[in-house]
């Protein structure tokens, strides 16, 4: 009798009582990918416009002279300088006048696509608003 009311009342303090484990809610940190488009952003604005977020770059849409080259690059290659964003760039090209162009000027991005946190998404998208 004693062992028949001990497993019941351990069923029932299993399925009645709170939960009291200490799971957290982990949507907040769970990366999506999200696309952004914009018409003034410059190339040497994306160190700027990343900083402090925790991202991961997955495309960037260039338009240089009117066609769209797409890129694959790590964020850490665009966190400090955008150079091998611009090495990458002009290994495509192969006038010499758009080559310094570049190099001096940076280039239009036109999309990015990105992995990130829901959170850091918002904050770049109040970032992005004067390029948009």
């Known amino acids: 009798m004693k062992k028949i009311l001990l497993t ?3 069923f029932l303090m299993i399925f009645i009582s709170p939960n009291t484990s200490a799971i957290e809610d982990y949507s907040l940190y769970k ?4 696309v952004l488009k914009y ?16 991202s991961l770059v ?12 797409t890129y694959r690059i790590l964020s850490s290659d665009i966190s400090v ?11 495509d090209i192969t006038d010499k006048e758009t080559i310094t162009d570049i190099e ?15 959170e850091d998404y918002n904050t770049l998208k109040e970032r ?5």
């Open 8 to 10: 019941l009342s351990i």
């Open 31 to 34: 990366e999506s990918v999200y």
């Open 39 to 54: 018409n003034t952003l410059n190339s040497k604005d994306l160190p700027s416009l990343l900083k402090d977020t925790n």
């Open 58 to 69: 997955l495309e960037i849409d260039a338009n240089i002279k009117g066609k769209t080259y």
């Open 81 to 91: 300088t955008t150079e091998k964003l611009i090495k990458k760039i002009t290994k």
């Open 104 to 118: 001096i000027n940076g280039v239009k991005i036109t999309k990015l696509t990105l992995k990130i946190t829901n």
């Open 128 to 132: 992005s608003k004067i390029y948009e």
